[in-house]
């Protein structure tokens, strides 16, 4: 992903739309057909001499072409012809999006192979589900990474959207109204490159197109955030469910040799918060002034590169995270049992307003048997039993039914056959 927006990379890209443009203006007649395969042939450039001249023009695109025609000669003079340095640079630009998606997509691929892996190992081992932190009712880890997976392919169908958006070039010079260029050579120099020429663009293409993109971005960023936050708060030692893997030798504090720190997840939250701050610099950039103005240029310059680079990095990691992830049946089995089953009250709740009972009085008999066992050592089940408006509807082998696991898990089966899992 680096390569892709190193200064080589770009200077190649800009090359080839040279040069493929002055093979689309040969193959109409606009130029000689000796001096398109002469371009083709000589040209190259060298980073170094392109730094060097770009100290005096101050213009990157005029040192390039400066570079270039040093080495190609006198067919040089048809280079850039009709073209404004946005046709090479907003064109490049389209390139460097499109390969950046593919490697983004590779990415989300592999990260939801693996959790998909780990959410069938997981399927049915049960935990506490939370609600304001605090403990809800049974769910299983697998649903838990289940649910995860099912987000991460949204994330893979938004930025498979977006690349058609993305994928458009332009060649059609200052304003945008192919004054000195054949619109003929801009679709032939987009196609060859896999883009789309606009269908209408001013002196750059329109940068709605790049905010969408940098929304996408910061979304998936978002989601790697929501995950590892999700698995840093399992990892505080008093819940100690799962863990991010600790290697042999590594150190979690440079004052206390106890600590296991969940790093990963926190650098992960920390990175998202660059990311959405790109995508809001990418939507800044949407209004320029009339047909263009280089108020978004030098942000771009800033924002494309390290937020592809910091996605690409998150999600690698992301993978590495969840792979290597520790988890806990056991520490899941005992933080279920802490609140003495609280939370089979919503079943009971239920099953009393089945059996005929107002659901007012069934809640606040529920209720009166949960505040007994918030603040006593009984269980639930034995509360419930002790509670008279309860006992007049259920029994206690009733009771025991509705205070069990499987009632919670009876379409574990079914939800995962819905999300492709089986």
Not at 91 to 115: G, N, P
Not at 131 to 157: N, Q, Y
Not at 394 to 401: E, G, K, V, Y
Request: with cysteine; hydrophobic share 45%; net charge negative.
């Amino acid at each position: 992903m680096a390569a892709l927006w190193a200064d080589q990379r770009k200077y190649e890209i800009w090359l080839e739309i040279e040069v493929l443009a002055c093979e689309a203006m040969a193959e109409i007649g606009v130029l000689p057909a000796d001096d398109a395969r002469t371009i083709r042939a000589k040209g190259k450039f060298d980073l170094a001499e392109i730094m060097e001249i770009e100290k005096r023009t101050n213009h990157d695109v005029i040192a390039f072409l400066e570079n270039v025609a040093s080495y190609v000669g006198p067919a040089a003079r048809w280079m850039h012809q009709g073209l404004t340095s946005s046709d090479v640079l907003d064109t490049t630009l389209a390139v460097q999006m499109s390969q950046a998606s593919d490697l983004l997509l590779a990415d989300l691929r592999e990260l939801r192979v693996v959790i998909a892996r780990r959410a069938k190992e997981f399927k049915t081992t049960p935990m506490i589900g939370r609600s304001h932190g605090i403990h809800a009712e049974p769910v299983t880890f697998g649903l838990k990474l289940a649910l995860m997976f099912d987000e991460f392919s949204r994330a893979l169908e938004r930025l498979e959207q977006v690349q058609p958006r993305i994928r458009v070039g332009k060649l059609s010079g200052a304003v945008g109204t192919h004054a000195h260029l054949d619109p003929r050579v801009e679709e032939a120099v987009c196609t060859r490159l896999g883009l789309k020429a606009a269908t209408l663009s001013t002196q750059v293409v329109q940068r709605d197109r790049h905010a969408e993109f940098h929304t996408v971005l910061a979304v998936i960023a978002s989601s790697i955030d929501r995950w590892a936050t999700e698995f840093r708060h399992l990892q505080r030692t008093e819940v100690l469910e799962v863990e991010e893997y600790f290697s042999a030798g590594q150190k979690g504090s440079s004052a206390m040799p106890h600590k296991r720190n969940p790093i990963t997840g926190e650098k992960l939250s920390g990175l998202a918060r660059l990311v959405r701050g790109n995508a809001m610099a990418a939507l800044e950039n949407v209004a320029l002034w009339h047909e263009r103005d280089i108020s978004h240029s030098s942000v771009e310059r800033v924002i494309f590169p390290d937020s592809c680079i910091l996605v690409d990095y998150m999600l690698v990691t992301l993978t590495k995270l969840v792979d290597r992830l520790l988890v806990y049946p056991e520490n899941m089995e005992r933080n279920l049992r802490l609140t003495k089953g609280l939370y089979f009250s919503q079943s009971v709740l239920l099953e009393l307003t089945r059996k005929g009972c107002e659901r007012k009085a069934a809640y606040e008999a529920v209720q009166r048997a949960a505040m007994a066992t918030w603040q006593g050592s009984v269980s639930l089940q034995e509360n419930l039993a002790a509670e008279p408006e309860v006992a007049k509807h259920l029994t206690r082998a009733d009771i025991d039914h509705l205070c069990s696991l499987e009632i919670h898990f009876a379409h574990v089966d079914d939800t995962f056959r819905r999300l492709g899992l089986g």
